[in-house]
């Protein structure tokens, strides 16, 4: 389905969309990442919050191995909007994606055990406390702990989250919010999150034009640290801000050395492969399995998967091996009952359309710890450890 223009510009449906939002809706709150989109967004909201004498609440999930600039940055925007904001500043312990070890396929931010290998302390105002969350448990997802606080603050009130992510940005945040879905009373621009609770995302048509435009006709200040990357040399549509370790965000990860040295400094003690893959992340083939791999001579995919498999920490090779496992028998009840082929068209591997042991080899190759590249989601944390007693059992039944 192609866009439908509107007949007025992104600000204006912007404004429109977040006075409805504050209509329908008895309890707001914005999920804030100190990035550009996110920024706009509040200044957006509590534009509105002002007007019409209410508050928000304002949470904002501190990964600890943070640009200092950004942290700054979301210091003076709490300081700026604290007569409409209701503060929720998180430095609690998540498990969190290393996407450049093998040793380290996770780490857990503001991990009490580790407290002298901090990359800095958490402010003042941040909830450190375990307990202060009848939810929370230590060490859980990222994406757990976003949900779960969801349905905590909203107390079964009809609820809904401002979030600042934009479709241009990639294809899954345009599936995310133009997918088949349940909405609000048919919003477009809205996503159910069950019970209550509702994602909103104003600024979903906004393009990166758009973002600096509302700053340079407004004012308004935006973290400074897209300044540097821009002296850096990266164009409007390169400059990112999130956690560094991600698979995705390792590609930003030379950045840190370049804009915050310092920082940078505490990060490589901080976190198992964070240099090499600062090194690596930009490279193309087998070092990090983007784009065109290669098979050593001599072996097929299946064998390279296997001897890569053979080099992992056993604890990283089991949970790579239950992934192929699944793989290897959905894909048997459907139409590859002797074992899915070496390779095939790559054009069809790359649309996921297919099974290979190409595609196996380049999950490997690529640390996708969760497997994306074969088609999974993520294992929720509580979850996980039952999970990993039943595929013991069954690969013990598939002979894998």
């Known amino acids: ?50 007007k019409r004498g209410r508050r928000f609440a304002l949470l904002f999930i501190d990964l600890e191995a943070q640009y200092t600039a950004t942290i700054k940055h979301v210091e003076a925007m709490y300081k700026m909007y604290a007569d409409c904001i209701d503060p929720y500043w998180i430095s609690l312990p998540l498990h969190l994606r290393n ?45 757990e702990f976003v949900e779960d606080f969801g349905r905590w603050y909203s107390e079964g009130e009809h609820t809904t989250c401002f979030v600042g ?3 241009d940005e990639s294809l899954n945040r345009y599936r995310s919010i133009v997918g088949n879905k349940s909405r609000y009373r048919d919003k477009s621009w809205t996503t159910w999150k069950g019970g209550s609770l509702y994602n909103a995302y104003p600024i979903y048509d906004w393009r990166t034009e758009d973002i600096w435009t509302y700053h340079a006709k407004t004012g308004q200040p935006h973290n400074p640290l897209y300044d540097l990357m821009h002296q850096a040399g990266l164009t409007i549509h390169q400059q990112r801000i999130c956690q560094p370790y991600g698979d995705d965000q390792r590609k930003g990860l030379w950045l840190y050395h370049i804009l915050e040295p310092e920082t940078w400094g505490k990060i490589v003690a901080r976190v198992n492969g964070a240099n090499s893959g600062a090194l690596y992340a930009q490279e193309n083939g087998n070092i990090l399995g983007r784009i065109r791999i290669t098979r050593p001579e001599g072996h097929t995919w299946k064998s390279f998967a296997e001897m890569l498999l053979s080099s992992m920490p056993q604890k990283t090779a089991e949970h790579y091996r239950n992934k192929i496992a699944v793989f290897i028998k959905w894909y048997e009840v459907r139409g590859y009952p002797v074992g899915i082929p070496d390779e095939a068209d790559p054009k069809e591997e790359a649309s996921k359309s297919v099974p290979s042991w190409r595609r196996v080899c380049k999950v490997l190759l690529r640390n996708d710890y969760w497997c994306k590249g074969l088609s999974f989601t993520q294992t929720k944390s509580a979850a996980y450890e039952s999970y990993l007693r039943m595929m013991k059992e069954r690969r013990r039944m598939w002979g894998y």
């Open 1 to 50: 389905m192609g866009k439908v223009p509107l007949g007025i510009n992104v600000l204006d449906a912007a404004d429109q969309r977040i006075k409805y939002a504050f209509d329908q809706f008895t309890k707001v709150y914005l999920s804030f990442s100190g990035g550009k989109d996110s920024t706009v967004m509040l200044h957006l909201v509590a534009a509105e919050a002002r």
């Open 99 to 143: 996407a450049v070890s093998q040793y380290e396929p996770q780490w857990v931010c503001w991990d009490a055990e580790k407290k002298d290998m901090w990359v800095r302390k958490p402010p003042k105002m941040a909830i450190t406390d375990s307990s202060h969350f009848p939810f929370f448990r230590p060490a859980m997802e990222f994406e």
């Open 165 to 167: 992510i934009r479709t």
